[in-house]
């Protein structure tokens, strides 16, 4: 068995083991939902290639405001991350992408980094949106009150929208 195919077969072994949502549209190429606590999901390609497995997982979009703060922070997330780090994409939408060499892929090793862009997805998402999208959530809760709509996937923000006592 090809080195390729020994961790294809890791990979679809972890999936099915972990009990988690996946879908494979082509050979090598999986499709993971990782449901979080913060955020809803995290969606999460695995895909095998020649010398490794490919990981990444759509974080948040380009910043609307503070960029150099927020890509700054996220810098400094990078340095004390396992597996996959922050990465841009060309419109500086936000990323969590890694690779995991063939020798290394196995059970417990896609566990820990499936793990571990869940862990960074969900813990980092909203102080992520904090920082870029202060204004626009701020905007948001003061509509809806306004109308008297529903704050409740808001209730994380609440700081932000109510001036401090």
Same mark, same amino acid.
């Given at each position: 068995?090809?080195?390729?195919?020994?961790?294809?077969?890791?990979?679809?072994?972890?999936?099915? =083991?972990?009990?988690?949502?996946?879908?494979?549209?082509?050979?090598?190429?999986?499709?993971?939902?990782?449901?979080?606590? *913060?955020?809803?999901?995290?969606?999460?390609?695995?895909?095998?290639?020649?010398?490794?497995?490919?990981?990444?997982?759509?974080?948040?979009?380009?910043?609307?405001?503070?960029?150099?703060?927020?890509?700054?922070?996220?810098?400094?997330?990078?340095?004390?991350?396992?597996?996959? *780090?922050?990465?841009? %994409?060309?419109?500086?939408?936000?990323?969590?992408?890694?690779?995991?060499?063939?020798?290394?892929?196995?059970? %417990? =090793?896609?566990?820990?980094?499936?793990?571990?862009?869940?862990?960074?997805?969900? %813990?980092?998402?909203?102080?992520?949106?904090?920082?870029?999208?202060?204004?626009?959530?701020?905007?948001?809760?003061?509509? *809806?009150?306004?109308?008297? =709509?529903?704050?409740?996937?808001?209730?994380?923000?609440?700081?932000?929208?109510?001036?401090?006592?």
């Amino acid at each position: 068995m090809s080195a390729e195919a020994a961790a294809r077969a890791a990979v679809e072994r972890c999936l099915a =083991e972990a009990g988690v949502d996946f879908e494979s549209p082509s050979p090598g190429s999986y499709l993971v939902r990782l449901p979080g606590r *913060r955020k809803l999901a995290t969606w999460t390609w695995l895909v095998v290639g020649a010398h490794s497995v490919k990981v990444e997982a759509f974080f948040c979009r380009r910043p609307d405001e503070n960029h150099a703060a927020f890509y700054r922070w996220l810098l400094e997330k990078n340095a004390r991350m396992y597996g996959v *780090r922050f990465a841009l %994409d060309p419109i500086g939408d936000v990323y969590l992408t890694g690779h995991i060499a063939h020798a290394a892929v196995g059970d %417990d =090793e896609v566990d820990r980094v499936l793990g571990a862009v869940l862990e960074y997805s969900d %813990d980092y998402f909203n102080p992520a949106l904090e920082l870029g999208f202060g204004t626009a959530i701020r905007k948001e809760w003061a509509w *809806r009150t306004s109308r008297g =709509e529903s704050t409740r996937n808001l209730e994380a923000f609440r700081h932000l929208a109510e001036p401090a006592e």
